[in-house]
T-cell receptor, first 112, second 117 residues
Framework: NAGVTQTPKFRVLKTGQSMTLLCAQD?????MYWYRQDPGMGLRLIHY???????AKGEVPDGYNVSRLKKQNFLLGLESAAPSQTSVYFC???????????FGQGTRLTVV | AQSVTQLDSQVPVFEEAPVELRCNYS??????LFWYVQYPNQGLQLLLK??????LVKGINGFEAEFNKSQTSFHLRKPSVHISDTAEYFC???????????????FGSGTQLTVLP
């Protein structure tokens, strides 16, 4: 039962570097999401997708890009990392937009 | 737009005591409501959900929540907590209308429950 798998689990970047976080789900879910979690702020939606080939901005999209070329994968890209992007990133998926969301284990990203 | 307020950021409680974690939401339309739990260094997992029907919802690990439409609340309760319940708890809301952005989950800021021996 893989569910939602995120890679990598940990990463340290230097300011200005780029990277891509990969999220894969094996539940044939239509919706996929990227959240960031910061202390005292809960989870904030970065970008989401309502189906293969579609993406949309969430609450805090600046500095991030996403792609959903295949239904099972949702990639989050940082083009030029900044210390403000130090956070724990969670990917999630759901069958529909208002049904239960299943979460990955998270990626802890530190930008120095 | 919808929003969620978790009134307590930290709740310490002794083992075997009852606990209530408070959640209030605002939305102009009918909603679905969720409680998620996050154990240290893990992702979120669903504790319980309210979609329709009975306003008292039972979840895993002995937790339950009551949907109160007039007070726009969805408080989480457990009659007797264990050390293993120590975790962060998130309330979330999703409205029923529309498509795409109108149906995304909105999370509260979380409540850290610490069960003391």
């Amino acid at each position: 039962n893989a569910g939602v798998t995120q890679t990598p689990k940990f990463r340290v970047l230097k300011t200005g570097q780029s990277m891509t976080l990969l999220c894969a789900q094996d539940m044939n879910h239509e919706y996929m999401y990227w959240y960031r979690q910061d202390p005292g702020m809960g989870l904030r939606l970065i970008h989401y997708s309502v189906g293969e080939g579609t993406t949309a901005k969430g609450e805090v999209p600046d500095g991030y890009n996403v792609s959903r070329l295949k239904k099972q994968n949702f990639l989050l890209g940082l083009e030029s990392a900044a210390p403000s992007q130090t956070s724990v990133y969670f990917c999630a998926s759901s069958l529909k937009g208002n049904t239960e969301a299943f979460f990955g284990q998270g990626t802890r990203l530190t930008v120095v | 737009a919808q929003s969620v307020t978790q009134l307590d950021s930290q709740v310490p409680v002794f083992e075997e005591a009852p606990v209530e974690l408070r959640c209030n939401y605002s939305s102009s339309v009918s909603v679905y409501l969720f409680w998620y739990v996050q154990y240290p260094n893990q992702g979120l997992q669903l504790l319980l959900k309210y979609l329709s029907g009975s306003t008292l919802v039972k979840g895993i690990n002995g937790f339950e929540a009551e949907f109160n439409k007039s007070q726009t609340s969805f408080h989480l309760r457990k009659p007797s907590v264990h050390i293993s319940d120590t975790a962060e708890y998130f309330c979330a809301v999703s409205d029923l209308k529309g498509y795409g952005s109108a149906r995304q989950l909105t999370f509260g800021s979380g409540t850290q429950l610490t069960v003391l021996p």
